[in-house]
């Protein structure tokens, strides 16, 4: 009886030690992808800021491929990793970005409140036995609803962001702000502005969610490192 009691004791201690091991590596695993996907994030940023196409007149990226860097580490490393990353890349743009500190400072904004609703409701959601979190991401109607909410979030908090910047720093140019970019060179001021805002944050979400998706889960990367 008090060997098994021993051998028990002695299994419930290896138990504890592996799974204190497993928290330890997830947690340099996730430190790591976000340090490195923070760092690929600024050189790409250096090689992509003067090539790629932006929205005339507002010099806005169509497709910015540094918020894309940030939500493919969130999917492959989890959430914890995802905020790192946003935090680390957003810092690392600092020195190089021409419109530092605004330019930095919307785009981690706009990427971390696409990334911030699905951490919160899966949070809330309770996880299926054995199901991953990221799997449960992964259902395209859950990444698709998810998606929307933080597409609403994010052009939310951007209007703000424009209201306050137009408000102060870029009054002077509210003026010449107008929707010519989708033919409505009519279209001025405060009206384009809050339609702008709306139009442009949408449409690069769209590729923000959409071109990661495809990344880690066509290709399965989620499976092969299985973080969170």
Known sequence: MKRKIKMEIELHGEKESATSMSK?????????GAA??????????????????????????????????????FLIF???SGLLCC????????????????????????TVSLIIVPILLL????????????????KLTSYIFTGLLGVG??????????????LTLWSSFLGGTNLGFIGLPSVNGWSALIFGVILINAETSVWDLLIPYLIVYG??????????
Do not use: H
């Open 219 to 228: 290709l399965k990367l989620d499976q092969k490192y299985e973080i969170w």
């Open 123 to 138: 949070k809330l959601y309770k996880i299926e036995p054995g199901l991953r979190n990221s799997q449960k991401y992964k």
């Open 87 to 110: 935090f680390i890349g957003t810092l690392a743009l600092f020195p190089f970005d021409p419109y530092a500190p605004i330019g930095p400072l919307m785009k981690f904004a706009a």
């Open 153 to 166: 979030l994010r052009i939310i908090v951007m209007m703000i962001f424009n209201v306050w910047l137009f």
């Open 78 to 80: 989890g959430p914890k």
């Open 36 to 73: 490195l996907f923070g760092a690929l994030s600024l050189v790409l940023s250096a090689f992509t800021t003067e090539i790629i196409p932006r929205v005339p007149g507002w010099g806005i990226a169509i497709i910015d491929p540094v918020s894309i860097l940030w939500i493919t580490c």
């Open 24 to 32: 330890s590596t997830r947690l340099t695993l996730e430190v790591t």
